[in-house]
C-alpha cells in the first residue's frame, strides 16, 4: 500500500489574530504541518502561532506586500520537507468545508499522482454565517508535487505580481493534470468584516498601481472591488460550521470581527510618503475615512473627481447595457 503524500499547507500572515486560532485549530486537524510566513504582525499573531505544534513560522521581512516574494518564500520553505507532497495555499480566513475528509474529492487528493493541480470553488461568507455565497469558478489552491519536480522554480517563472498570485505553481497542462473538487468548498470569511474588507480592496488598488507594470484601469478597478455582494447570495437555515476533522464541534466562536484592517492603511500611507499621490489620484478611494484620519486628503483634479462621482453613483447599475457602454468610453478616455 502506497504511503499518502505529506500534507502542508502554506499561509501568509500579517495582523491575523481575528482569525488565526479559528484556521489552525481546524487546519492542525488535517494537515501535517502548516507554515506561516509573518509579515511583522504587532497584534498577537506570532504569539497564537506559536501554540501550535504543527505550525513552521518564518519571517516575510518585506515592508510593503509583495506577494509573489511572500509566497515563493514559503514554496521554499515547504521544499525542505522531503517526499512526495500536497501543498494547499489557504490564507488565514480560509477552511475547508464540514465534512471534506468523507468525500471522494478528498481521497483523490491524498491518493492522486504527483504533478495534479486541484480546483477549488469559494464560498464566500457575508456578515455572518449563514449568509453565503457559492461561487462557479474554480482556483488553483492545491497540488500534489512529488521529487521530480522543481516546484520552488516553476512558481518563480510563472510569477511576478505583487497581488493576486497564484497560490501554487501552475505547469502547462501537458506537465500537470488540472482536477476540480465539487464536493466540497473553501470556506471564505474576508466578508464578513465589510469595513476591513474596504482597507483591503483600496489596498490592492494602490499595490496594484504601485507595483504592477500591467496598466491598471480605474474603471475596471473600482467596479470589481467595490461589489461588496453578489447577485446570488443564499440565506441558510443553518449556519456554516468550522470544523475539526471527526470531532463536529463549531469553532467559529474563535473568529473576532473587531479588526477593521489597520496594516493595510498603514502600508498604503507608506506608499504615498514614498511615491506621492499624483499616480493614485484616478483612483476612487479617496473617501476613505481612515486615510483622511491618517492625515492623506490630496487635491483631486475635477476630472477625476467627476470621474470617481460617476462611478459611485451608477455601481448599483454597473451590468445596465448603457452603463456598459458609458464605462469602455471612459476607460479609453482615462
Given at each position: 500500500?502506497?504511503?499518502?503524500?505529506?500534507?502542508?499547507?502554506?499561509?501568509?500572515?500579517?495582523?491575523?489574530?481575528?482569525?488565526?486560532?479559528?484556521?489552525?485549530?481546524?487546519?492542525?486537524?488535517?494537515?501535517?504541518?502548516?507554515?506561516?510566513?509573518?509579515?511583522?504582525?504587532?497584534?498577537?499573531?506570532?504569539?497564537?502561532?506559536?501554540?501550535?505544534?504543527?505550525?513552521?513560522?518564518?519571517?516575510?521581512?518585506?515592508?510593503?506586500?509583495?506577494?509573489?516574494?511572500?509566497?515563493?518564500?514559503?514554496?521554499?520553505?515547504?521544499?525542505?520537507?522531503p517526499g512526495d507532497k500536497v501543498i494547499f495555499g489557504l490564507d488565514a480566513d480560509e477552511f475547508l468545508s464540514e465534512g471534506f475528509e468523507k468525500t471522494a474529492s478528498w481521497q483523490n487528493i491524498v491518493n492522486a499522482k504527483g504533478n495534479t493541480i486541484f480546483c477549488f470553488n469559494w464560498l464566500n461568507l457575508f456578515d455572518n454565517f449563514n449568509t453565503v455565497e457559492y461561487t462557479k469558478m474554480h482556483f488553483e489552491w492545491a497540488a500534489h508535487f512529488d521529487e521530480s519536480t522543481d516546484f520552488v522554480e516553476e512558481y518563480k517563472k510563472r510569477?511576478?505580481?505583487?497581488?493576486?498570485?497564484?497560490?501554487?505553481?501552475?505547469?502547462?497542462?501537458?506537465?500537470?493534470?488540472?482536477?476540480?473538487?465539487?464536493?466540497?468548498?473553501?470556506?471564505?470569511?474576508?466578508?464578513?468584516?465589510?469595513?476591513?474588507?474596504?482597507?483591503?480592496?483600496?489596498?490592492?488598488?494602490?499595490?496594484?498601481?504601485?507595483?504592477?507594470?500591467?496598466?491598471?484601469?480605474?474603471?475596471?478597478?473600482?467596479?470589481?472591488?467595490?461589489?461588496?455582494?453578489?447577485?446570488?447570495?443564499?440565506?441558510?437555515?443553518?449556519?456554516?460550521?468550522?470544523?475539526?476533522?471527526?470531532?463536529?464541534?463549531?469553532?467559529?466562536?474563535?473568529?473576532?470581527?473587531?479588526?477593521?484592517?489597520?496594516?493595510?492603511?498603514?502600508?498604503?500611507?507608506?506608499?504615498?510618503?514614498?511615491?506621492?499621490?499624483?499616480?493614485?489620484?484616478?483612483?476612487?478611494?479617496?473617501?476613505?475615512?481612515?486615510?483622511?484620519?491618517?492625515?492623506?486628503?490630496?487635491?483631486?483634479?475635477?476630472?477625476?473627481?467627476?470621474?470617481?462621482?460617476?462611478?459611485?453613483?451608477?455601481?448599483?447599475?454597473?451590468?445596465?447595457?448603457?452603463?456598459?457602454?458609458?464605462?469602455?468610453?471612459?476607460?479609453?478616455?482615462?
Amino acid at each position: 500500500m502506497n504511503k499518502r503524500p505529506t500534507i502542508i499547507v502554506i499561509t501568509p500572515v500579517r495582523n491575523e489574530a481575528w482569525v488565526l486560532d479559528a484556521f489552525l485549530t481546524c487546519t492542525s486537524s488535517w494537515a501535517d504541518y502548516i507554515i506561516l510566513a509573518d509579515q511583522h504582525s504587532d497584534d498577537g499573531t506570532r504569539e497564537i502561532a506559536q501554540k501550535y505544534e504543527k505550525v513552521i513560522l518564518i519571517d516575510n521581512p518585506t515592508q510593503e506586500w509583495y506577494e509573489y516574494i511572500c509566497r515563493t518564500k514559503l514554496l521554499e520553505e515547504a521544499a525542505k520537507i522531503p517526499g512526495d507532497k500536497v501543498i494547499f495555499g489557504l490564507d488565514a480566513d480560509e477552511f475547508l468545508s464540514e465534512g471534506f475528509e468523507k468525500t471522494a474529492s478528498w481521497q483523490n487528493i491524498v491518493n492522486a499522482k504527483g504533478n495534479t493541480i486541484f480546483c477549488f470553488n469559494w464560498l464566500n461568507l457575508f456578515d455572518n454565517f449563514n449568509t453565503v455565497e457559492y461561487t462557479k469558478m474554480h482556483f488553483e489552491w492545491a497540488a500534489h508535487f512529488d521529487e521530480s519536480t522543481d516546484f520552488v522554480e516553476e512558481y518563480k517563472k510563472r510569477e511576478r505580481h505583487a497581488v493576486h498570485c497564484s497560490r501554487v505553481p501552475c505547469l502547462e497542462t501537458g506537465v500537470c493534470q488540472y482536477i476540480n473538487v465539487d464536493d466540497f468548498w473553501v470556506v471564505h470569511l474576508a466578508k464578513l468584516n465589510h469595513q476591513k474588507i474596504r482597507q483591503k480592496y483600496d489596498f490592492y488598488q494602490v499595490t496594484w498601481v504601485d507595483k504592477n507594470q500591467e496598466k491598471a484601469n480605474p474603471i475596471n478597478m473600482y467596479r470589481g472591488y467595490n461589489k461588496y455582494y453578489p447577485d446570488q447570495l443564499s440565506h441558510l437555515e443553518n449556519p456554516v460550521k468550522l470544523c475539526c476533522v471527526g470531532d463536529g464541534k463549531d469553532y467559529s466562536y474563535l473568529v473576532r470581527s473587531s479588526d477593521y484592517g489597520k496594516h493595510y492603511v498603514d502600508e498604503m500611507v507608506q506608499v504615498f510618503r514614498r511615491e506621492g499621490t499624483e499616480k493614485f489620484l484616478k483612483l476612487c478611494i479617496w473617501d476613505n475615512p481612515y486615510l483622511k484620519k491618517a492625515g492623506v486628503n490630496p487635491k483631486i483634479p475635477l476630472k477625476y473627481r467627476l470621474l470617481h462621482s460617476y462611478l459611485k453613483k451608477t455601481q448599483n447599475k454597473a451590468d445596465n447595457r448603457i452603463i456598459k457602454l458609458f464605462d469602455k468610453i471612459l476607460i479609453r478616455l482615462y
